[in-house]
């Protein structure tokens, strides 16, 4: 059996024809062709697959396409915005937050998720924020200052946006 | 290695009643509410279903009320969303504690109560890939005829290890079933039975609506050990509750991943003035030994997980009572 979907990703549109059996991941990597998530454990247990479903941090690799219809993904490539990193992006590219790089789009977007409930998190707060996403290089505490660095930036832009308002 | 979803039909009722004609209609359909537990088996070939019944959209199934009487979750309420109620937890403690330990947030966010309390068993020798479990002639529980834990045994051994369900017990929940034959409400403890391969005493066609929580009195915690600080099924987990004042403190003691289902542990008489906590507590301990039965259904030793699950029993229940480890 086959269903059609009408999904928002990153900001466009898409109806398309995916199978029951159909998991999110392999959607959006096969179909989409968005390869930022990761296949990792295939079990739901490294959280290299996180994408953001309605703005919360999901495992896309134990979410059946068929169940997504009418909803809002967001994935690591819609976080540049014209042409340049988001803060989170930067701040573990500048911090070495990413070592091998293949967790980092999950740890990403789960710590996206974080910051916009909580602007300002502290290290136990981010730590269980990313209890799900599993590294690896074990380069946690990069990781952590990298989210710290991006919140900062974040409260700084919007700092400066009220300023200049 | 990766493994590909079987084919089945992802079907989806609007209400409680939908959900029951599908299962009465297709025997070979199973419930599926969060995923995180079934979907994964189902991709590791252990589980078959010619139809998913998703039960997310059944709004009977998210009902959270609290009121003079207790609680009642319903069944589809996933953890997350009840981590963050405005519930007065006060006398909640072990299920909140209990909640915050089930696996990472992102599972959190996904799975739900009655999907945490109707999860597989787990063993070493079955939540392993196709491959691999052929290569072992499978086991009891799925395909196989020999339980490679106790290979001597004539059932199977893998473990429940569902967080929520001491944390219930202990709290003397209730649950409501639907099903073909009406609806029906068990006490938690009856749910489940000691069997790894049969674990539910769920009948076809049942669904699991919603857990009721009576008013707690007294105080509970909740505590789990396992390898990783996320993540990972406890290698056991030890639900306390603690009521009572002057006149004694009861204890109530559930324990989880050591079993093929969740084992209450009452201690027979009180704490009382006049007893000594170190006899007490050590008695509890020996207590807690003596009722769980934990095999090789993972890595680590089952003595280990023994002698720490007891420990672990004595050192919550001091905390509850207010004294001090010895």
Request: proline share 4%; aromatic share 4%; with cysteine.
């Amino acid at each position: 059996m086959s269903r059609i979907i009408s999904v928002t990703i990153n900001g466009r549109s898409y109806q398309d024809l995916v199978p029951d059996n159909m998991l999110l991941i392999d959607y959006l990597r096969e179909r989409r062709h968005l390869t930022g998530a990761k296949q990792g454990c295939d079990g739901g247990e490294c959280g290299a697959c996180t994408v953001l479903v309605n703005g919360a941090p999901r495992l896309s690799c134990i979410t059946l396409a068929s169940s997504c219809d009418g909803v809002n993904i967001e994935t690591i490539e819609g976080q540049a915005r014209g042409g340049h990193l988001s803060p989170l992006q930067r701040a573990f590219h500048e911090l070495l937050g990413a070592q091998c790089g293949y967790c980092t789009p999950g740890m990403i977007m789960a710590a996206e998720a974080l910051l916009r409930r909580n602007p300002d998190p502290d290290d136990d707060q981010i730590r269980q924020a990313l209890a799900g996403n599993i590294c690896r290089c074990t380069g946690y505490g990069a990781i952590i200052r990298a989210v710290h660095a991006a919140a900062l930036m974040m409260r700084e832009d919007l700092a400066g946006a009220e300023v200049g308002r | 290695m990766t493994e590909y979803m079987p084919e089945f039909e992802h079907l989806v009722p609007a209400s409680l009643d939908e959900a029951l004609a599908v299962l009465a209609e297709r025997p070979d359909s199973r419930v599926c509410a969060g995923g995180t537990d079934l979907l994964v088996n189902m991709r590791r070939g252990l589980v078959e279903a010619g139809t998913l019944v998703d039960l997310g959209m059944v709004d009977a199934l998210r009902i959270l009320k609290q009121d003079d009487t207790g609680l009642t979750i319903g069944a589809g309420v996933t953890l997350a969303a009840l981590l963050k109620a405005d519930l007065d937890w006060s006398q909640l403690n072990a299920l909140r504690e209990a909640l915050a330990a089930v696996a990472g947030p992102t599972h959190r966010e996904m799975a739900t109560v009655g999907g945490n309390l109707c999860q597989d068993t787990r063993c070493l020798y079955y939540n392993q890939s196709e491959w691999w479990r052929r290569s072992n002639d499978y086991c009891l529980k799925y395909r196989g005829e020999t339980c490679h834990v106790a290979p001597k045994g004539n059932r199977c051994r893998a473990a429940y290890c569902g967080d929520l369900a001491p944390a219930l017990m202990v709290l003397g929940a209730e649950v409501s079933i639907a099903g073909p034959d009406g609806a029906r409400r068990v006490g938690i403890g009856d749910l489940f039975a000691e069997d790894g391969a049969d674990h539910l005493k769920l009948k076809a066609g049942e669904i699991l609506v919603a857990v009721h929580l009576p008013r707690a009195e007294g105080r509970s915690t909740y505590g789990k050990i396992r390898q990783r600080g996320a993540i990972d099924f406890p290698l056991a987990g030890v639900a306390v509750s603690c009521r009572g004042r002057d006149d004694g403190l009861w204890f109530s003691l559930a324990v989880t991943g050591t079993n093929s289902c969740p084992v209450m542990v009452e201690m027979p008489a009180p704490m009382t003035r006049d007893d000594a906590a170190d006899v007490f507590f050590r008695d509890m301990s020996r207590r807690v030994q003596k009722a769980v039965s934990p095999q090789r259904t993972t890595t680590v030793a089952p003595h280990f997980r023994r002698l720490s699950v007891s420990a672990l029993a004595a050192r919550l229940a001091r905390g509850l009572a207010g004294v001090a480890d010895p």
